[in-house]
């Protein structure tokens, strides 16, 4: 068998080789006995190579296997150059679809690997994206669990960039439990340690995105939208996939405020043009429907987009508060005319369930959104005239409020006589 030394040359043949050549000269590259810097030299090169032509053939096991074959090498060069070939392998790893589960297991193994080496520098990089895919596993407990212990020893140590992206990752987690006060708690942690250093761009869009999701949960739309639209001008400048999320976030916003009329004229920006496509289509649909204040419509656009705004959990939970708000505006403006109508009929003319339509009138009434009741019995809806306040009550109570008033000022006076 023909052995491949560290070269220039071996590096040179293997990129003019075919795919599965090239893996075994640079397999033979890595295993050359030489360790002068020349030789390390080349290995480094070979690896970059070897984990790029690997992705190709999404061999996630194989990628696995190379990063623990290396770490007698890694005692022989700097713990930077280490640093960076663990993280670009997990980062191999991780453009191969469907690897999740393959990614924890070796990140878990590198954490236990730098944790016995003493590599705390790395250890801690390692351990945030194993949280960070523990999230995206839905395995939140475990992934809190890792957080608060990390986020403790970096704050010891001060590392403000890596601790601005353990706030980050843990406002996010805290967001998807449904604790706000402590994702923005968490936020304004990360945003407190970013002020203090040079952020990346990248960095700081996904501090504003966070951000404009944080407000626009609190129903602070017109916030949220100026913090995605920095999260769009950070993204887009740097041609970030996640540009286009911070579009559709800002579409939902203007949607959200009633000014779905301003969603055609984002789209057709210069900004807007280059990310046209099914997320933004989903969008436009939502925008037509609310301005129509049209159910049907609103339905279709579900239906057709379902993997652009129901598989979105945050478009999904704000659209669901969208589509109850438009089914009261019909059913109201449906019932108007009535003093009693059927049940029956108003599902008729709004063209949903009878069932669906029943309990949301029921909501309705207990919510004090118009006055009436449900008989049950006759399958009828009865609407009261709205009853007129009675101007008595208010009245009394000013005049009570006065009397106490005038009890307190008296009291005060005779304790100063006493005095």
Known sequence: MVSFPATTETISLALEANSSEAIQILYQVLEDPSSSPEALRIKEQAITNLCERL?????????????????????????????????????????????????ITLCKEMVEWTRAEK???????????????????????????????????????DDKLLLVDIDLLESKLHFSLRNLPKAKAALTAA???????????????????QSGILHAEEKDYKTGYSYFFEAFESFNALGDPRAVFSLKYMLLCKIMVSQADDVAGIISSKAGLQYVGPDLDAMKAVADAHSKRSLKLFENALRDYKAQLEDDPIVHRHLSSLYDTLLEQNLCRLIEPFSRVEIAHIAELIGLPIDHVEKKLSQMILDKKFAGTLDQGAGCLIIFEDPKADAIYSATLDTIANMGKVVDSLYVRSAKIMA
Do not use: C, W
């Open 119 to 157: 590599r705390t520098f790395l250890r801690q990089r390692v351990e945030a994206r194993l949280a960070a895919l523990l999230m995206e596993n839905k395995e939140y407990v475990e992934a809190l669990a890792l957080l608060s212990t990390l986020v403790k020893e970096v704050r010891r140590l």
């Open 55 to 103: 992705t190709e053939e999404k061999r996630g096991e194989d990628l696995r296997t190379l990063l623990t074959k290396l770490r007698p090498f890694f005692s022989l060069i700097p713990k930077a150059k280490t640093a960076k070939i663990v993280r670009g392998i997990i980062d191999a790893v991780a453009k191969i679809p469907g690897t999740t589960d393959l990614q």
């Open 191 to 209: 945003r407190t340690a970013a002020n203090a250093i040079y952020v990346p761009p990248a960095q700081q869009g996904t501090i504003d995105l």
